[in-house]
């Protein structure tokens, strides 16, 4: 079992940038995908980006693409996600979670572990 805690999140203003953690514990990481999702009040969740563990190939939804950036580092079982240039519709509860898979995936069904969660607010 794979267990996911987030950390990062905040209060920023419209341009600004924020750098989300989510440090992976539990089995090895071999063969996962390990992705973040948000979901904003009302909303429903969404996947947002998407790394895998072994050889580092990234995904990104086109609402962020350009201004957000995956990164992992495996000695620390670290996954994180830079995000810059923030706006307004980016505000919403970020998710980290895991899912064995031999390619990129933001199927929400794929995913049977997650993090609790980390606010993330975008006002001037």
């Known amino acids: 079992q794979v267990q996911l805690v987030e950390s990062g999140g905040g209060l920023v203003p419209p341009g600004g940038s924020l750098r989300l953690s989510c440090v992976v514990s539990?089995?090895?990481?071999?063969?996962?995908?390990i992705g973040w999702f948000r979901q904003a009040p009302g909303g429903m969740r969404e996947g947002v980006s998407c790394?895998?563990?072994?050889?580092?190939?990234?995904y990104y939804d086109e609402s962020v693409r350009g201004r957000f950036a995956i990164s992992r580092d495996n000695s620390k079982r670290t996954v994180y996600l830079q995000m810059s240039n923030l706006k307004l519709e980016d505000t919403a509860v970020y998710y980290c979670?895991?899912?064995?898979?031999?390619?990129?995936?933001?199927?929400?069904?794929?995913?049977?572990?997650w993090g609790q969660g980390t606010q993330v607010t975008v006002s001037s």
């Open positions: 790394i895998m563990s072994d050889d580092g190939t990234t």
């Open positions: 539990g089995r090895t990481l071999d063969g996962y995908a």
């Open positions: 979670a895991a899912a064995r898979s031999d390619g990129i995936t933001t199927s929400l069904h794929r995913y049977g572990s």
